[in-house]
T-cell receptor, first 113, second 114 residues
Framework: AQSVTQLGSHVSVSEGALVLLRCNYSSSVPPYLFWYVQYPNQGLQLLLKYTSAATLVKGINGFEAEFKKSETSFHLTKPSAHMSDAAEYFCAVSGPRGGKLIFGQGTELSVKP | EAGVAQSPRYKIIEKRQSVAFWCNPI?????LYWYQQILGQGPKLLIQ????????DSQLPKDRFSAERLKGVDSTLKIQPAKLEDSAVYLC????????????FGNGTRLTVT
C-alpha cells in the first residue's frame, strides 16, 4: 500500500524567506512522487515530479524537491517566497507504472508581506 | 491545448436528491479520473477509466455513486441519493496514458448538500 504524509497543515513565511513544505511517503514499490499546487477555486496544477531519474527535481515557479530514499522524504523548497506562492500544496505518490495518484492532506502556505 | 472541462462549477441540492457532473478530458487522453476532495483534505480517487473501461472503482460508494464514460471521451458522475457528507469538490483529471503521464485537472464542481 502507498501513502504520503504532509507534516504541517499550515505554513506561514515572510516574503523573501525560504519555503519548506514536508512530505514523507510509504511505498512497497519504487515510487513516483509529485507536488501539486491548488489556488482557490481552481484545480490542481503539477509543480514537479520524481520518476527515478535525478533525485533533485526542479519544477515550475522556482520550486524544487529532493528525493531521499533513506529518509522516505520528498520535501518541497523554494529559496525566496513570493506573495503569489500563497496556495494549497499537495504531495502525491503513484506506483512505478504511474496511473492513479494518492494524495496527502495538503499544506496551506501563507506568505506575509 | 484546451484543458479539462467540467460542469457545472457549483451545485446546491437537498439531501436525497440526485445530481450529475460532467467532464470533458483533454483530447487524446485515454485515462480519466474522478476525485472527491472534502474540505481540508487531499483528493481521494473515486474511479479511474482507461478509454471506456473501468480500471479502479474500489473507493466508489456504489450504492449511491455511479460513473460512465461512453465512447471513451466524456464522462458523467452521478450521485443518487445525495447525503450531507457528499458535500465536496469533485475533480476530474485526465492523462495521455495511465503510465508515467502527468494528470491534468479540471477546475472541479463544488457540491453542497443541505
Amino acid at each position: 500500500a502507498q501513502s504520503v504524509t504532509q507534516l504541517g497543515s499550515h505554513v506561514s513565511v515572510s516574503e523573501g524567506a525560504l519555503v519548506l513544505l514536508r512530505c514523507n511517503y510509504s511505498s512497497s514499490v519504487p515510487p513516483y512522487l509529485f507536488w501539486y499546487v491548488q489556488y482557490p477555486n481552481q484545480g490542481l496544477q503539477l509543480l514537479l515530479k520524481y520518476t527515478s531519474a535525478a533525485t533533485l527535481v526542479k519544477g515550475i515557479n522556482g520550486f524544487e524537491a529532493e528525493f531521499k530514499k533513506s529518509e522516505t522524504s520528498f520535501h518541497l523548497t523554494k529559496p525566496s517566497a513570493h506573495m503569489s506562492d500563497a496556495a494549497e500544496y499537495f504531495c502525491a505518490v503513484s506506483g512505478p507504472r504511474g496511473g492513479k495518484l494518492i494524495f496527502g492532506q495538503g499544506t496551506e502556505l501563507s506568505v506575509k508581506p | 491545448e484546451a484543458g479539462v472541462a467540467q460542469s457545472p462549477r457549483y451545485k446546491i441540492i437537498e439531501k436525497r436528491q440526485s445530481v450529475a457532473f460532467w467532464c470533458n478530458p483533454i483530447s487524446g487522453h485515454a485515462t480519466l479520473y474522478w476525485y472527491q476532495q472534502i474540505l481540508g483534505q487531499g483528493p481521494k480517487l473515486l474511479i479511474q477509466f482507461q478509454n471506456n473501461g473501468v480500471v479502479d472503482d474500489s473507493q466508489l460508494p456504489k450504492d449511491r455513486f455511479s460513473a460512465e464514460r461512453l465512447k471513451g471521451v466524456d464522462s458523467t458522475l452521478k450521485i443518487q441519493p445525495a447525503k450531507l457528507e457528499d458535500s465536496a469538490v469533485y475533480l476530474c483529471a485526465s492523462s495521455f496514458t495511465g503510465n508515467n503521464s502527468p494528470l491534468h485537472f479540471g477546475n472541479g464542481t463544488r457540491l453542497t448538500v443541505t
